[in-house]
């Protein structure tokens, strides 16, 4: 795409989108030029309605695929080319509404156990212990976490936005330790390979891969299971739903609500209520 693929990056630079969507964006958007062996600015609806078939029936493209790749194609024709009127028909794919893998309490434990690098143990309990995304774990810094006030500072998460999470004491033992062991230079808590740089998420999804080949787990572990088990498992500990979606950083109530669906230990504490109302014998 060459210049305007210039273009395109710039425009998402300045309308803020994070690093992550950026390059997402930008692997799609070639993707389609290739297909047609053609530039965007000389295709409209027809080609991309074809190209959206193909992603579908002849690659199979999960939902979520085919989403990003709506999201980027929408970009480029609204934003970098100037004409919205070419994808303001394009309807986003239904996605399943599939419940997450969630681990129980002990099998949390049981993983942490297994877990023989402290740098990662420290990363993968973070992320479970204060709900955290992967690439708020990655850019954490030194300075963010605040053992006088126990809380961590979580500084421009999904939209930019600024929150508090609890720190706590387990949490704080755990990070202390990995901070005596590994010594990290510079200001990010967890460095990457280069000056100044923090660890990347795909080196962290990496590693959990690996564990979890290791470990034989029946259930997957992502960085996303755990934030999904701090939420499932605060819920069942009776936290109301509201402070949950701060601690989330859910901007819809609803996207919190998901979690009600998936705690199992309470559906099985509930009485029925017939069994309320039958006299006991």
Known sequence: ???????????????????????????????????FMRSPDEMGKQEIREFLL?????????????????????????????????????????????????????????FFEKVRSVKYKAIIATAYAAGLRIAEVCTLKVADIDSARMRIHIRSGKGKKDRYVMLGESLLALLREY??????????????????????????????????????????????????CFATHLMEAGTDIRVLQVLLDHSAIKTTLRYTHITDRLVGKLVSPLDMIQPSS
């Open 54 to 110: 193909y992603l579908v029936q002849d690659r199979k493209v999960s939902a979520a695929t085919q989403d990003q790749y709506v999201n980027a194609i929408k970009f480029l024709y609204s934003v970098t080319l100037k004409r919205p009127e070419t994808v303001k028909d394009i309807s986003h794919p239904k996605r399943p509404k599939t419940l997450p893998v969630i681990l129980s309490p002990e099998e949390v434990l049981s």
């Open 1 to 35: 795409m060459g210049e305007l693929h210039d273009r395109m990056r710039d425009d998402l630079i300045l309308k803020g989108y994070s690093p992550h969507t950026q390059n997402g964006y930008l692997r799609c958007a070639p993707t389609f030029a290739r297909h």
């Open 179 to 228: 901070y005596r062991v590994a010594r990290p230079k510079g200001e990010y808590l967890f460095p990457g390979q280069k000056s100044g740089s923090h660890l990347s998420t795909a080196a962290v999804s990496r590693v959990l891969r690996l564990l979890n080949r290791e470990m034989g787990l029946s259930k997957k572990a992502t960085m996303h299971t755990f934030r999904h």
